[in-house]
């Protein structure tokens, strides 16, 4: 069975900064490309970042882009996402997800997801 576990997210003052981590069980996360995606309360759910599985391609939203930096340890089989400078309205449920996905911006192109970190960024 599949399982998708993100770690690090928590409570962070605006400007602060957070590493949220994801692993996997049941697939080899070194074979696919990651993604990460957000969900506020009462919004659809929005792409972050993702990484190849060589990670020789990274993709960033505009809004994160310059804050935010994705990278990936295959030898520890997991892939991070370095948050800086984070604004309160970046408070969200973070999701990582794998796949091989035609678009990796776009999330229903992962199969495979993990059930998320609170990040809450207080002002």
């Known amino acids: 069975q599949v399982q998708l576990v993100e770690s690090g997210g928590g409570l962070v003052q605006a400007g602060g900064s957070l590493r949220l981590s994801c692993a996997a069980s049941?697939?080899?996360?070194?074979?696919?490309?990651v993604g990460w995606f957000r969900q506020a309360p009462g919004k659809e759910r929005e792409f972050v970042a993702a990484i190849s599985w060589s990670g020789g391609s990274t993709w960033y939203a505009d809004s994160v882009k310059g804050r935010v930096t994705i990278s990936r340890d295959n030898a520890k089989l997991t892939v991070y996402l370095q948050m800086n400078s984070l604004k309160p309205e970046e408070t969200a449920v973070y999701y990582c997800?794998?796949?091989?996905?035609?678009?990796?911006?776009?999330?229903?192109?992962?199969?495979?997801w993990g059930q998320g970190t609170q990040v809450t960024v207080s002002s």
């Open positions: 049941g697939l080899t996360l070194s074979r696919y490309t």
């Open positions: 997800a794998a796949g091989y996905p035609g678009n990796p911006r776009i999330g229903s192109d992962y199969p495979y």
